[in-house]
């Protein structure tokens, strides 16, 4: 019992800086609460492809993963994203502010190339805006194949920092049946103001301060719009965030300012293992340039890699992005220019999230690259999938939208409430009826399993955002019949050991190890019901099959950790170790056998049936 306790205390102490903090006192204890007990919208997309063509069933999946990524970064855990048909997706956000959701999961969802000009690591302290000062003595250029609008003198800002930070391990480079590589082509050097947007223009711009940071990287000169540099101060990128973050600076707003290809941004992502903040210049290239994307393992080092092919737009932008990156940045990078490090990476970000952030190692003008890195196939397929999605953006028209009244809701769940609570008081009438003093434990067990059912509720609500429905408060009302279900096997076995004419004491023992075995038996199959129901369902059924699968590992914990220790402290005291006939372990009331009973089958047994007791042959020696 030590453990249940410890286990409520512990719901209790991780709720408590929510429920007591100023300002929560209206939320303490509360259960969110779904689309059909609350208002909310629902609203069917069309989805089309950018040749106006119905999309696959890649495309269709891809683009619910996206929408379904949107929302609940927006807190509505208990929005529902569902496809119908070939071309249709039918969103249902509960609660207030689902019309601007809304707006939200109907934008479309880009991929875009740019540059990396700001990075700053998770946990560092800084607040200046800049990261390498401004000015650059030495001149670092590279030859290289430059595509045309890439040339002539190029400087780098090699102002070193003396921290080190982990690099990204992805790179990109020419394809094997690209053009040459810069190395084998005429000598060429590509200043700054080759790529548009990416100057690197050593003055800095009206917003940037000339204080350099140990812990941002990059160049702040590069960053022309001043609310960008506000917004990336602002930003606070924790690890694995990739929704959340965007409601810091406001891009969780339609429309998304992350799509917009013609503005700096800030971004969230992971770099190389390190997680962290940018500042991406302008998009050079789109994901629609993209023609294919796929994963394979390269034949020179046997390793993961992916590999992109553009279209011919997209390989000219792609070729001056790569030349302009390649000749500034790289070779200061290799002298040991830590900033420089990060401005020859292209950041490539899916929904405003960066995907992967790839050094570049050569001018790649031909539109075919590599992708490398110490990728596992899973990781190389996860991106390959995420380049073939910007490959192929989906657009979304609104066919129609729909504002929901919880009041047909709130009817059914005050019926299912008024049921749940009928059927719960006949279950604590039968108990006492029945099991007499037993029916303490039992209801004792109900009560211990409805408390940390209802805190694990409200810890997902206040923490995982999670809603309930009435398909959930279903799974919640049949967890009472699983847990009396649980009890009732044990009680029987006992009583089975006490009609056997064992001591209860010794009986609570054997009784459980009878029992234990059907109850994990039972509980197991409740929950892998529970789990396919979950897996294989879509819509409200999934809320029945979430709260039944919690509430049956609930049950487990009660019937382990409090109902069997407590029939063992019950069995020690005189009311039910002497057997009292209201304790419901009367052994006369069970009709329990004797022992001298007990003595007289056991004889019987090693005799034979028709034996004739000693007793009664030594009174009559004559027999019959």
Not at 8 to 20: D, N, Q, R, W
Not at 231 to 254: E, H, R
Request: hydrophobic share 40%; aromatic share 8%; proline share 5%.
């Amino acid at each position: 019992m030590l453990l249940v306790v410890l286990i409520v205390a512990m719901l209790v102490g991780i709720l408590g800086p929510k429920l007591f903090s100023p300002g929560q006192w209206d939320h303490r204890f509360k259960v969110g609460l779904g689309l059909d007990l609350s208002s909310g919208t629902q609203v069917t997309l069309q989805a089309l492809t950018d040749k106006k063509k119905p999309p696959s069933a890649d495309e269709m999946n891809a683009a619910v993963s996206v929408i379904q990524s949107r929302v609940n970064g927006t807190g509505n855990s208990g929005a529902e994203v569902q496809p119908q048909g070939n071309s249709l997706l039918v969103v249902t956000v509960p609660g207030k502010g689902s019309a601007q959701t809304i707006q939200l999961v109907s934008s479309t969802a880009l991929l875009m190339f740019r540059q990396v000009l700001l990075f700053e690591p998770y946990g560092a302290t800084s607040t200046a805006t800049p990261a390498v000062s401004p000015s650059a003595s030495p001149s670092a250029s590279a030859s290289g194949s430059a595509s045309p609008g890439a040339s002539g003198s190029a400087q780098a800002s090699p102002s070193a920092s003396s921290t080190s930070t982990a690099k990204t391990s992805a790179k990109i480079v020419p394809a094997a049946t690209s053009s040459p590589s810069p190395s084998t082509s005429a000598s060429a050097t590509a200043s700054g103001s080759a790529s548009p947007g990416a100057s690197a223009s050593t003055s800095p711009s009206p917003g940037a301060s000339s204080s350099a940071s140990a812990t941002t990287f990059g160049n702040a000169s590069l960053v022309t719009d001043k609310g960008v540099m506000a917004l990336f101060n602002k930003l606070v990128c924790k690890p694995g965030d990739t929704q959340k973050w965007k409601a810091q600076v406001g891009y969780d707003q339609p429309p998304p300012a992350y799509n917009n290809p013609d503005k700096q941004v800030v971004a969230c992502g992971n770099n190389g293992g390190v997680w962290g903040k940018y500042v991406l210049d302008k998009a050079k290239v789109q994901g629609k340039q993209v023609t294919s994307a796929s994963a394979g393992l390269s034949t020179t080092s046997n390793q993961w890699q992916v590999n992109l092919t553009m279209n011919g737009s997209g390989a000219a932008a792609f070729g001056a992005l790569t030349s302009h990156l390649y000749s500034t940045y790289y070779t200061a990078a290799q002298s040991g220019d830590q900033n420089a490090a990060y401005l020859d990476q292209v950041a490539i970000a899916l929904d405003g999230n960066i995907v992967s952030a790839p050094e570049i190692q050569g001018a790649i003008p031909g539109g075919n690259a590599q992708i490398t890195g110490s990728f596992t196939q899973q990781q190389a397929t996860q991106l390959q999938n995420e380049l073939k999605f910007g490959a192929l953006p989906l657009s979304f028209k609104t066919q129609t939208v729909t504002s929901v009244s919880a009041q047909v809701g709130r009817n059914q769940l005050d019926a299912g409430l008024v049921a749940a609570a009928i059927g719960l008081l006949l279950v604590v009438l039968y108990s006492f009826f029945y099991y007499r003093g037993l029916g303490l434990v039992s209801v004792s067990s109900l009560l211990i399993a409805g408390l940390i059912t209802y805190l694990a509720v409200v810890l997902l609500s206040l923490y995982q955002s999670f809603t309930l429905s009435l398909a959930g408060i279903a799974g919640l009302i049949v967890a009472i019949g699983i847990t009396a279900d649980s009890f009732v096997v044990y009680f029987e076995r006992l009583r089975d050991e006490v009609r056997e004419g064992k001591q209860l004491r010794p009986a609570v023992e054997s009784g459980w190890k009878r029992a234990r075995r059907t109850i994990l038996v039972s509980d197991t199959v409740s929950f892998l019901a529970a789990l396919l129901l979950y897996y294989f369902a879509i819509g409200d059924v999934k809320g029945f099959a979430y709260t039944l699968g919690l509430t049956t590992l609930i049950d487990v914990l009660v019937v382990f950790a409090f109902t069997k220790p407590m029939v063992t402290l019950l069995a020690g005291t005189r009311f039910f170790g002497n057997g009292h006939p209201m304790s419901g372990l009367d052994p006369a009331r069970l009709g329990a056998r004797t022992p001298w009973r007990s003595s007289v089958r056991r004889n019987q047994v090693r005799r034979g049936p028709d034996a004739t007791p000693r007793s009664t042959a030594s009174r009559n020696p004559g027999g019959s």
